[in-house]
Each structure stands twice: as C-alpha cells, then as structure tokens.
DNA sequence: CGACTCCTTGAGCAGCTTCAATCGATGTGG
DNA sequence: CCACATCGATTGAAGCTGCTCAAGGAGTCG
C-alpha cells in the first residue's frame, strides 16, 4: 500500500470481502487534523481507509520527523509491530475508515478469505517501502520530488484531456518529510518543475501536469 | 525481519511451525556469492534463513543501488509483490535456507498456522522497513553508521566479557548502500568511532564494541 | 481587513560525495 | 617462500548538493 509503489493499477474496492462480524464498528469517521492513534498506543484495530488520506508519521527523541507513508482509500492502516503502533496517524482532510479488530490478525477469526486479504495488504505494504528506501538511499532532491509526483498523478491524477490534475492533500512540509528533505528544497524542486513547464500550479495544493511523460523520466534520474 | 529493527528478542526457532507437506525441499544451500533470485524473476517460493546471511539489493537504470536488506537466521526472504522478486538475492557467505511453496501466501495451503507465522514475519518486515525509511530520511551519517552498528551488536553480537562483538560479512559497500552513503563516507565513520574508543576493529570485519551504551546514545542522535 | 500560516525565494554554509592515491590483506605463480 | 597482482578499505583534498537562516509573498479564516 502506500504512495511510493510503482505505477500499477490498484483493486480499488474494499479488499476485506464481505465481513462475517469483524467489523467492530460499520464506519469510522476521522476529522482533518484528528489522530486516529499515536506511537506506543496499543493495536487494537487495523483499517482501511474509504474517504479522505491519513499521514503516518515517525519521530525521533530530538523532534526530527519522517513521514512513512500516506494513506489513500483502500489502504490498510494500523499493522502492528509486538502489538504496539510505531507510528502516529492523523488525518490530513476528513477521511472515513472501515476498522477491524486486530484479532483477524492472529487468527483469521474463522476467515481465510480475511486472513489472505490481510496477508496481501502486507505484501503490497512491504513492496512500497521497498520503493520508499530506494528513494530516499539513493534519489536526488530532485528526482524524490518528481517520483512523488509520478506515484500520486499515476495513482491518484484526473485525467484533464493531454494533461492530468492532481490535488495534494499534505504541506509541503508533509512531502519533505516523507522524502527526506526540506520544505525549501521541496518548494525549489516544485518552482524548477513549474519553470521547465512540466507543471503548473493552480495554488500551492493543485498541480497539472503538463507533460507526464517527462515527469516520469525524471524520477528515474534520466536527466 | 532484517537488520533495523529497533532491538527486541527474536523468536529464533524455525518460525514455519512443523510443516505437513509445505516444503518443496528439505533444505536449500547457497554458496557464498550466488544468487537466490533476481529482480524480476518470478516467485515460486519464499524462504527463511536457516544459518548464513543474504543481501536483499535493487538497483536504478543507471546503475545506483541500494540494500534493501540483509536477511539473517530466521528472517523470511522472497515476499511477491505482483507475483515477483523486487530485488535481487545474494548470499554474503554460505547460507543454508528452508524454501516454502509460494502458494501458502495465496491459500494457506489448508494451514492456518503457516499463513499466520507468514502474516507475522509480514508485520516484522514492516516494522524493520519503517526503520530504515526513519534512519534513511533523518539521520546523519554518524548517526546511520552507528545505528546500523548498533541493532548487529544487540541482535547478533556475541557478549565477550563487558564488550560485545560482531562479525560483518558484508562489505562497506554494502554497509553505505544499505545506509544510502558511500563507501569512504561509512569508513571515516567506523574510524571516528574507533579513534573515540566506541569500538576496535580487528580486521575490517570483526569489530569489538567496547561501549555499546555509547554506541546506541550515537545511534539516536545524542550528541 | 488584518493576522496567521504556509509557501517561496535568497545567500551562505556544512556535510557528504567525488576523485585520487595509499595502505593492507589475500591469493597466486615462479 | 617470496614477489607480485588484485581487491577492498582507508585517507586526503576539493567540489557540489541540500541545509540553515532569514526575509518576503500568497492564500485563508476570523
């Protein structure tokens, strides 16, 4: 799950197949700027996101911050590691979440289809971050930007004739974050985009990309 | 699995609980230098390290690369995303590893118990790359050396009186692609350590770390 | 309309990389 | 057994990318 996966076209229904009771709650709803949990916090359930998209964020003692990932519809969220959030998740526009107790995890809770459905999301989870660790080892300011871009316009874009229209939920700041960098050297990634006419912006959250082909040449560094 | 992961105990018996037919072959050897897999192929089975250690890498067109991982004893390798291997498998010395039929991920092959113990080395996996992503976005050099010091001393280090010590069979270009550095970059770090008497190195593989507390303090930032 | 927040832009600096040379360990052939 | 070749590790010097610090601009909400 996740943003940094390669382009691929996602299943973009509910994964967890018709439930048999383990929905805990039919539908949460998670207002812009509410945590739905912190780092520490027990599991107690996992989600999917329906509406809206979530950031899971990481701090280190000293108030350095990484982003892991961002959440869009379909994504599960809330995995655990020895039982314990490692993240803190927060809602960057009003998003729903379908939530499911944590025990389809340690037992299917009598599905396999759940337990199998879980167990991919995993995987799918696990590619993306295999994308994420390429791209912050190895990437230039530069080409972390532009993957980021490619990944949510793939993904997430509209289609708008030759061009596509992406919105960004995040700050700036959020996508530093989650690259490894700076919000200036973000702002100047996005300023040097827009000046090369690959985009244009349409305030700071909207962005067309005019030429989506070259967007994805340089996120492969092919300069 | 792998090497981040902030240190805790690991199960280290065979996590794949008795098997009734999963395994395709007793057991697997790969020498020192051969691959196990490569980037693209398709997978057909999943493996756990039995003794040894692999070095899970990916690379860009043009050549740059980056360590995913480094699978140790007990850690699950293979993981599909889409039906293939996304990275490429090598074995850093001679490594024995117990190969599992890829359809326990899709169908747990009529065993729940299989399909959880793979969910759950799934959920490590996760928690290990969230690791890396917070240590390759946000740490210093310093910092990502000592920490990556740090999790092979607490994981694998053998407790030799008050010091501890470890065996790398990686090579520092190894070690700078895991960590996104370069290879002088990671040798002017393991020398500051040494000349600061964190640790001695005896050969350029066997390091002793004769103070592991100072060690973690580096690893996190504490300056 | 004003205050706040976020984004953008600029200038200087630092950390890491790049390029280059030396050192050291390992292995091979004479 | 020793000379030599080879490969990885270390060290040095210079350059560049991205960060830091600072100021100005733009959008938003009361």
Redesign the interface.
Known sequence: MYITLSA?NRPDTSLLAQDKGHRTSPRTLLKKGKHLYREGDEVERIYQVETGVVRLT?M???G???V?AFGYPGDIIG????GCH??DCEALVDTTLQAYNRAA????NGD?DL??A???A??????A??D???M????SAAEKVASFLNVITQRYGEDLGVYRQIDLPMSRSDIA????LTTETVSRAFTALRLSGVIALDGAQTIIVMQPAMLQDLS???N
Chains 1, 2 share one sequence.
């Open positions: 691929e990481r280190l003692e000293d350095r911050r990484q892991i995995f655990p590691a020895d490692h993240t995890l340690d037992h299917g396999p337990h199998m879980l167990l991919h995993a995987l799918r989870e696990i590619s971050m295999q994420h660790v390429m912050l080892g190895r990437k974050d989650f690259l490894g492969r560094g092919s």
